[in-house]
């Protein structure tokens, strides 16, 4: 029986990732600023979440093209280090500045784990990443709201 291997997450799936992400917001933006209502009706909260996934995307790419010259590719640090920070740099309204303070808490765990530590790739470090995005981004909001992206979040 062959066996599932115990790693799910590397450089490329980031990458991929990021791309699938920026094509699903790019659909359904328009529908997120129809219905942003919280905090001001300024409908452009999906218009804010494309732009700082487009950023963090464009960040990762740059990542692998810069590797392209070389016979390996960047590793998942690298790939992570470079989403975050992309969406930390492109980040547009309360929206962008939360999805990227999502990333970096995510980055913070997948992306450099505790001395001595091996990489957290699989199921569980998923979940302390989720997690540590969570909280990264509940503490980012001067007066967190229930019943926002926060709350998803968590």
Known sequence: MAQ????????????????????????????????????????????????????AATAVEAVFAGHEQGADGPSLADALRAMAHGALIGARGNSGTILAQ??????????????????????????????RAADAAREAVAHPVEGTVLTVAS
């Open 4 to 55: 599932v291997p115990q790693t799910f997450l590397d450089a490329l799936a980031v990458r991929t990732w990021c791309g699938l992400a920026l094509r699903s917001l790019g659909r359904v933006r328009e529908e997120i600023d129809a219905i942003n209502v919280y905090p001001v009706a300024d409908g452009d909260t999906g218009t804010n979440l494309y732009l700082t996934a487009e950023s």
């Open 102 to 131: 999502l990333l970096r808490g995510m980055a913070q765990v997948l992306a450099a784990p505790e001395a001595g530590d091996t990489p957290h790739t699989d199921g569980t470090g998923l979940r302390l990443a989720l997690r």
